[in-house]
């Protein structure tokens, strides 16, 4: 296991409250465009992740009421233009491997979302756990809108587990955008709230979970991503596995003896 609480990335904003680490990008100015660059810090930092002993949740929440405009035009969209297809490759291999190490950080993400959440923004909002929003907040999976698919870092095969096929295919064929009632109504955004309360309420739900059985998420975080490929009868077995690791937990008789002696379990991850 790792320390990450003092890392200091160079292409994003990492803050920790208690054991939540909050992570925003730092352009404002333009509606926090991605480049090359914070695509791979973000990769690497949620692949390392996985091995912080320090951090029980994330919060990749907005940053100058807007959360991400998708990749830099001038920086991205630009050079993609003058590659060949061994690079693009790279590249489009690259950005899926963000979102592979969201799911595979073992740490619940809360997306706090408001304004602008579009192209690989709208995918990192989809890939994280639970999504807050703002009334203003606009979501499009805009890659038709550029001459692209919209099957684009997985959002062929994770859209449509939250919001359903039919929907998923209005917003992947059209690019259209989804208001923040249309998401709640969807199923999208679990909640919406007001601007100014936005972030507090994020990192408000990611401590709670932080403070819970964090092994206990973790598990659940593997469980709910494996068991998309799974028969229900595969999928059965493998919670009934799971289930028994966790019950070889500290947290899992600590639950017990806090029940009997009428207490709230104090959980430690262990």
């Avoid at 990008?25 to 480049?35: G, I, V």
């Avoid at 999504?131 to 907040?137: G, L, M, V």
């Avoid at 919406?192 to 401590?207: F, G, H, K, N, R």
């Avoid at 975080?221 to 289930?243: D, V, Y």
Wanted: net charge negative.
């Amino acid at each position: 296991m790792k320390s990450m609480a003092d890392l200091a990335p160079e292409h994003f904003i990492w803050e920790m409250s208690g054991d939540v680490a909050v992570i925003r990008l730092n352009r404002p100015e333009r509606k926090n465009p991605l480049t090359f660059e914070s695509y791979a810090e973000l990769r690497d930092t949620f692949r390392d992740l996985a091995y912080a002993s320090d951090v029980h949740a994330v919060v990749f929440t907005s940053n100058g009421e807007n959360f991400c405009s998708g990749g830099d035009v001038h920086e991205i969209i630009g050079p993609l233009v003058g590659k060949d297809m061994k690079g693009l490759l790279e590249f489009t291999r690259m950005t899926g491997d963000l979102v592979k190490a969201m799911l595979n950080c073992g740490k619940p993400i809360i997306a706090a979302v408001d304004g602008i959440c579009v192209g690989a923004g709208a995918i990192i909002a989809m890939s994280s756990d639970i999504r807050f929003a703002t009334p203003r907040a606009s979501t499009a999976f805009l890659f038709t809108r550029v001459g692209l698919a919209g099957c684009d870092m997985g959002a062929c095969a994770i859209l449509p587990r939250i919001i359903g096929q039919g929907r998923a295919a209005d917003l992947l064929y059209s690019g259209r955008s989804m208001s923040a009632e249309e998401g709640l109504q969807w199923g999208f955004y679990n909640r919406v709230v007001e601007p100014d309360s936005l972030e507090e309420d994020a990192i408000a739900y990611a401590t709670r979970l932080a403070q819970g059985p964090t092994f206990g998420h973790s598990i659940t975080k593997t469980q709910l991503n494996q068991e998309w490929s799974m028969s229900l009868e595969q999928a059965i077995e493998s919670e009934a596995q799971a289930q028994a690791i966790c019950m070889q937990t500290n947290d899992f008789e600590r639950a017990y003896h806090a029940f009997v002696a009428k207490q709230k379990p104090e959980f430690k991850g262990d």
